[in-house]
């Protein structure tokens, strides 16, 4: 199964890297939406505050959206989802392949932001209690988006359906992360921390089993 | 949901008061079927008729709204993957990645089904198919006929006992037409079970032992070939399709 | 099948849901005296309250009921999901609508981020996803299946939320606190009202389910007729 799980994994991975479309407007989506953010609260010069944090995840939140739309709108062409249906594994297998692509993506995509986040409000780079704090969020946002990602393809407004899906069950991530970093930023211990991080820890964990015994009712036909 | 009697041993499928409704519209009523084992069935009807949901519904990519199926004695109701080993289909949607070569596609579906010594299946499969000079060219590239080839491949990479085509001849330039002919002839010998979709009347007499006719969901007509006349057999199809109904 | 005896127990359950919603009517305008420090407007928080309360169970019965539907595919269970959600949307609205109502003439803002009342507009928003996916979905039978997957993973979220927007409450207070004593008749009027708006609940879903569940028979009945005419 976990073979299997990564095969599906390898293959939407070498299907972007051949057209890398959608990693491109991703990311400059992300970019994008720092930088309107920027204008928008009119802080180019301010030192790092109570926003600052919040810039981030909302580019990090959009961009993902975005991405979102993708994992399984490439299954739709050639009804290549079918195909997948027609292999002999559980259909939980499909929801954690996509789900890992979907979660390699957004922490790729994070990975290029971040850095890019930090020097435009002239952080250091080199902040070690990040990253946790990054992986934990996405991870949530990649177990719940590609369960309404999976839902959302097959409604009328598939575009429009995710975000309206996914936002608003994604607020205890977003509150989680955008205070967690704003500890980071400002140079508070560990510990601080801590609860936020069990919360999105919580939130993975509830959602990746809440999503794999759902998943079949999603793509059955 | 009620415990159903197990299927007669010797049946590689049997289907029993199988009903599907999409919405205010029933595709499929009361369809019982039964295939033996290597036993080519031919499944004729007009559009609409609910073939495709058939062929979808026994393959196990849409539950039905009613009835049972056994795939090879297994009860679908139960561990459809487990089936699903057995089975392939081969539809008018590839189930291609346009970016991705034949042969990566191969690699994919071959390590999905767990094949062993994938490489030389993939080799042995490409060249059934006479695909083996294109292994290596993107799958989006290709034309419709190469592609239709591409997708035979995939569907016998893991050598299923069981075979659905449905309407594979489809959309093909004569050329082509003639290629996959030549390559399901080959293909589909022995003790594989093949059911096949067509509208092409003729066509469809030549491949198969049993012929079915389906019309607005129901199975109208059923009979083995040789019972068949083929002269007359267009009467038939009218007569069981056409006018007056 | 509408026999005697269903009507005669419908109408006396509305009948009971009129007394109840009276009874409360009387306590919150009659009976309990004005609350010295907020006045007269305080009286909506006897709404209010109750709203949010029966807002939050509906969300919970469409949760169980979403999953009954998953595991037996009876239209019943759907039509009941579906019935809850839709009141559960209404008092929510009525939740949001009350809070600022509330709080604008008692301590001059319209909306503030506390949990309870945060956490009503995130499942006003789940809820109303839940019937939008319902919408949107070209075959009935797959949108039921979409919804019921959105009432069940919706529904695990609002203790999440609540949690996290509590302590981000208490990392960010205000001076806010909506919490005060409540007096032996402020506890008796809350409850009559919560009790009354629980039946009203109970009432409107039950009304509704039940007629969605004929509708549901009837578009199949005039389907097979359809078939048998061709």
């Not at chain 1, 799980?5 to 994008?32: G, H």
């Not at chain 2, 033996?36 to 949901?53: C, D, M, S």
């Not at chain 3, 609508?97 to 507009?121: E, F, M, N």
Request: glycine fraction near 8%.
């Amino acid at each position: 199964m976990l073979g299997q799980v990564i095969t599906i994994l390898w293959k939407d991975i070498q299907t972007e890297l051949r057209t890398k479309e959608v990693i491109t407007s991703v990311l400059v989506f992300a970019l994008l939406v720092l930088v309107i953010f920027v204008f928008a609260f009119g802080i180019g010069e301010s030192p790092v505050n109570e926003v600052t944090p919040g810039i981030l995840w909302a580019a990090l939140t959009f961009g993902g959206i975005l991405g979102g739309n993708r994992i399984f709108a490439v299954e739709k062409e050639n009804s290549r989802l079918e195909g997948l249906m027609l292999c002999p594994v559980d259909r939980a297998v499909i929801y954690w392949g996509k789900l890992a692509g979907n979660f390699v993506f957004m922490l790729f995509v994070a990975a290029v932001v971040t850095p890019v986040f930090l020097a435009l409000f002239n952080l250091p780079l080199f902040l070690p209690a990040l990253p946790p704090v990054i992986l934990l969020a996405v991870a949530g946002f990649a177990a719940a988006g590609t369960l309404f990602a999976a839902v959302a393809i097959n409604t009328r407004a598939r575009d429009i359906m995710l975000p309206l899906l996914f936002l608003p069950v994604a607020v205890p991530v977003i509150v989680a992360a955008v205070e967690a970093t704003g500890l980071v930023l400002a140079g508070r211990p560990w510990g601080e921390m801590l609860i936020w991080l069990q919360i999105m820890a919580a939130f993975d964990i509830i959602y990746l089993v809440a999503s794999t015994l759902v998943f079949e009712f999603v793509i059955e036909e | 949901m009620a415990k159903s009697a197990p299927a007669p041993p010797d049946a590689a499928i049997e289907a029993r008061g199988l009903t599907k409704v999409f919405g205010d519209r029933y595709a499929l009523r009361g369809v019982d079927l039964s295939v033996g084992r290597g036993e080519h069935l031919v499944i004729f009807g007009p559009n609409g008729a609910g073939k495709t949901t058939l062929v979808k519904i026994l393959a196990t990519l849409v539950k039905p709204s009613s009835g049972d199926v056994w795939l090879d004695g297994s009860n679908l109701r139960a561990r459809p993957e487990l089936v699903r080993r057995k089975l392939s289909l081969v539809s008018h949607q590839t189930f291609l990645y346009d970016n991705l070569t034949v042969y990566e596609n191969l690699r994919f579906y071959g390590r999905m089904y767990g094949i062993p010594d994938l490489e030389r299946n993939i080799r042995e499969v490409a060249a059934r198919v006479q695909l083996e000079t294109r292994l290596h060219q993107r799958a989006g590239t290709l034309s419709h006929g190469l592609q239709r080839r591409a997708a035979i491949a995939r569907a016998v990479l893991h050598d299923p006992p069981i075979l659905f085509l449905d309407e594979p001849e489809a959309g093909l330039d004569p050329r082509a037409t003639s290629v996959v002919r030549e390559i399901l002839g080959s293909v589909n010998t022995g003790e594989r079970t093949v059911i096949i979709t067509t509208h092409n009347l003729e066509r469809g007499l030549e491949l198969g032992d049993r012929v079915v006719i389906l019309h607005r969901g129901q199975v109208v007509f059923q009979a083995p070939r040789r019972e068949v006349d083929a002269a007359g057999f267009r009467r038939v199809y009218d007569r069981c399709t056409g006018a007056g109904r | 099948m509408r026999n005697g005896k269903s009507a005669v127990r419908d109408s006396f359950l509305w009948g009971l849901g009129l007394l109840l919603m009276l009874a409360a009517l009387y306590m919150v305008f009659a009976y309990v005296p004005t609350e010295k420090n907020t006045g007269i407007v305080q009286r909506i928080f006897y709404f209010h309250v109750p709203l949010a309360w029966v807002s939050f169970l509906a969300f919970f019965i469409t949760f169980i009921f979403s999953i009954l539907y998953l595991g037996k595919r009876a239209v019943k269970w759907d039509a009941l999901a579906h019935a809850s959600a839709e009141v559960g949307v209404i008092f929510t609205t009525l939740v949001l609508i009350t809070g600022p109502i509330w709080a604008k003439p008692v301590w001059g803002i319209w909306w503030t981020w506390d949990a309870r009342l945060t956490t009503s507009l995130v499942l006003w928003l789940i809820y109303l996803a839940y019937l939008l996916v319902r919408g949107l979905t070209a075959e009935p039978e797959r949108g039921a299946r979409f919804s019921a997957v959105i009432g069940i993973v919706g529904f695990i979220d609002v203790p999440i939320v609540f949690l996290t927007v509590n302590l981000w409450r208490t990392q960010h207070p205000t001076t806010i606190v909506f919490e005060g004593g409540l007096t032996a008749p402020m506890l008796a009027t809350l409850l009559v009202c919560v009790t009354a708006f629980t039946v009203l609940y109970a009432l409107l879903t039950w009304q509704s389910a039940r007629l969605k569940t004929l509708e549901a028979e009837f578009r199949r009945l005039t389907m097979m007729q359809t078939e048998k005419e061709e």
